[in-house]
DNA sequence: GGTGTGACCAGCT
DNA sequence: AAGCTGGCCACAC
């Protein structure tokens, strides 16, 4: 059943986020078993653009909180706008208290 | 169809 | 302590 490919299971952890809250790239691909792979799952957010999909991307962040991913939005100021509108504080494209908004991947969909 | 790339992370020097 | 390299896997040319 879970023949989904790593690449497809980070668009499901992604869409299990909930509202007003972050995780790392890290976080989700450990998760996934592939620690290694973290780099795949940014790089799955820039498809999640052109994919069918709607993935809330701006709610993926490096482990440091940091906005590294900002300017894939088209703007670079659309992410950050996006995590404040949920109500997240940035400063310096960085998450305020980050581990206070940091959610782990959980994909308890039974 | 092979090579390169990519929004990361962590270990080694 | 800081800087560089490797690793992971799917997509684009």
């Known amino acids: 059943m879970e023949e989904q490919t790593f690449f497809k299971k980070v668009y499901k952890v992604i869409r299990q986020i909930p509202y007003g809250k972050v995780t790392s790239y890290g976080a989700i691909a450990s998760y996934l078993g592939t620690k290694g792979s973290a780099r795949m799952v940014g790089w799955a957010m820039n498809k999640s653009f052109t994919s069918s999909e709607n993935i809330p991307a701006h709610r993926v962040v490096n482990r440091n909180g940091m906005l ?36 782990e991947p959980t994909t308890k969909n039974g």
């Open 68 to 103: 590294t991913g900002k300017h894939h939005f088209g703007s670079p100021n659309i992410m950050q706008q996006l995590l404040e509108s949920e109500g997240i504080k940035i400063v310096d494209d960085k998450i305020v208290d980050f581990q206070k908004f940091f959610w």
